[in-house]
């Protein structure tokens, strides 16, 4: 059932009901404040609010030579790019971002410092493929080994690291699948820390963007690692293989990957006009490539799209009625920041839905989820948002509650 704004009764009755409230609001640099919006809003059905949406030119993606390509935009959350992103494939070297990050995960919890030193065994120093040197039987900082697998993309640093961190590789492995689980890295599985061809060792386009995104969020300090562009070991100088550190397109870090079933990858990230993104490109046929493609798609993505602000934490959505509480409703709002990217011309298809479960029985927790905020434009749905309660609304007791319980049961 679908209720209006009107009431029939002084309080609610304890049956729940799904009410759905339709604003078809202007993003805030056009000027309409969320107070305005809730003046527009109407208690329409589902049905009828999707009638509303008005037919938007929709922005078609790019094609692009990538097997597989992600494209997020972290301001948002909003994907903007989506080939075969849930599809398997070998990371390759873009695996040594899970290394890296449970090393900074032990950094920050105190179970290693940069200035530990970890022993290079012959399983690290025979590593193959790209290296960072290491000497055999040598000791080495962990903040040397950092560099060495983000700058020079050392297989024998991500061994050293992993048998360091963990007492051999095929341990450390379990650590990053127990790790990808709690990222969200739904369909990844690692045998090993520096990426090295293994039929069982896969992710996928999205999980690295999940991947990427938690690095970046969870340890800022050291992102500077995956954006420095040279580092010299054992008197050998490498230069950092993501080639788009060295053009002005706004990338800041973060891995590449190459081998023969995976092809040319790379995860790249940067910010331009306050908007962070995440690319994850894999399956290119070529270094060039490598080079022009994600260059092309973040360039595509910073152009075609703006970053509109829709709500503010904290922000007055509705009042939701409360069944026997000290108070007869509860401000509903967001817990964050509510912002949506989207091309300038779908901003006439700009759909928001908020669906309240109502009333809500008391006591009412500030916090509580109590609803879904859903975002459509050019006729999909682009996000949902929950909608949580902006204030305590304690059980009534006493003469209250028995004078609530009479009103419900007379007319």
Known sequence: MVHGNGRHKTHPSPQGINRVIVVNPRPRSEGRSAALLRHLAGCLSLAAAMLLSAPALALSQPDTAAKQAYLVD???????????????????????????????????????????????????????GSRMFLKLGSTVRVEDLLRGLLIDSGNDAAVALAEGLAGSESAFASMMNAKARELGMADSHFMNASGWPDPGHYTTARDLATLA??????????????????????????????????????????????????GYGLTASGERNGRRLVLVVNGLPSPQARNDEPTRLLDWAWNSFKLYPLLRKGELVEQAPVWMGEEDSVPVTVADDVTVTMAPADRNSLHVVATLAEPLPSPVHRGDVVGRLRIDYDGAVRRQVDLVAGANVPASSGLTALGQRLGHLLP
């Open 74 to 128: 972290l301001s948002s959350g909003e994907v903007l790019l989506d080939k075969n992103g849930t599809v398997r494939m070998a990371p390759s070297s873009m695996t040594k971002m899970m290394t890296a990050y449970l090393t900074y995960d032990a950094l920050v919890h105190g179970r290693t410092t940069l200035d530990t030193s970890f022993s290079v065994s012959q399983t690290a120093w025979k590593m193959g």
């Open 213 to 262: 995104t938690h690095l970046i969020r969870d340890f800022p300090q050291f992102y500077h690692y995956e954006s420095e562009r040279n580092f010299a070991w054992n008197g050998i100088r490498q230069g950092n293989r993501n080639p788009l550190l060295y053009h002005p397109v706004s990338v800041d870090g973060i891995k590449t990957g190459h081998t023969e079933v995976g």
